[in-house]
């Protein structure tokens, strides 16, 4: 197990570095125009990217906490809706905030993902039917082999597109070509995340295996060892009962 994990790994480590500049590209054009969100307007989303595979430590969990302690620090107002990429985030987050759940998204991670699964997760989001203003990826970002951090990313509308200061500096840009673009850069962010979630996963999978295999070695030699002092005692009961027998005759 631990060789397997090691390999997936490497491969989603190798993934990862070309999938970066679809995240940086995408965020560079929102810090060059100084897009905000307004966090005072009513519709949050806030979209949980985990996976269905589990034994990995506290990759889920972390993001749903993350999300949990977002939840309650926005005021009674807010209409929070919460989308979970992967089946682990459902089930932690559903017992929770079960009247918040919009959509969810099944079988991720059991496979690598590519940026077709990031264009059907963006669709799913766009038609989801909810209008928000404020929109979040929560993700865990891939730091070294051992450590990760969860942080967001944010996801702008059109309209806080259009009414940054700064926008007029783009010439022709109309409201179709915001529209093509703000769907397009939600595809190039989901495919940012969902490469650094299984890097961070499997980082935190192989480690995890790597300590299960330390202690089912200790185990064994425990096992071992009881086992070999018991056998011992065994044959030196019987050689006593032996000796004593033959003495008595």
Do not use: W
Request: hydrophobic share 40%; net charge neutral; with cysteine.
């Amino acid at each position: 197990m631990k060789m397997v994990s090691a390999s997936k790994y490497n491969r989603a480590e190798r993934e990862l570095k070309p999938a970066k500049a679809y995240g940086l590209g995408a965020s560079a054009f929102y810090n060059r125009a100084e897009i905000t969100q307004d966090e005072t307007k009513p519709n949050h989303l806030l979209v949980a990217m985990s996976s269905d595979r589990g034994l990995c430590g506290g990759i889920h969990s972390s993001i749903c906490k993350a999300i949990k302690a977002d939840v309650a620090e926005k005021p009674a107002d807010v209409d929070v809706k919460i989308a979970c990429i992967g089946d682990k985030s459902r089930l932690i987050l559903q017992r929770v905030f079960s009247d918040k759940m919009l959509f969810h998204v099944s079988n991720i991670g059991k496979k690598p993902s590519t940026f077709g699964d990031a264009a059907n997760i963006a669709n799913a989001i766009v038609e989801s039917g909810f209008e928000f203003d404020v929109g979040k990826l929560y993700y865990n970002r891939f730091k070294s082999v051992v450590s990760f951090q969860t942080t967001t990313v944010p996801v702008f509308t059109v309209d806080a597109i259009s009414n940054s200061d700064k926008i007029s500096i783009y010439d022709d840009v109309d409201s179709e070509v915001l529209q093509n673009y703000c769907e397009f850069s939600l595809v190039n962010l989901v495919y940012f995340t969902l490469k650094e979630g299984a890097c961070s996963e499997l980082s935190a999978r192989m480690t995890a295996m790597e300590a299960a295999s330390k202690n089912a070695g200790e185990m064994i030699d425990k096992l071992t060892l009881k086992y070999n002092r018991t056998r011992q005692a065994v044959i030196t009961r019987e050689l006593i009962e032996i000796i004593s027998g033959a003495a008595a005759l």
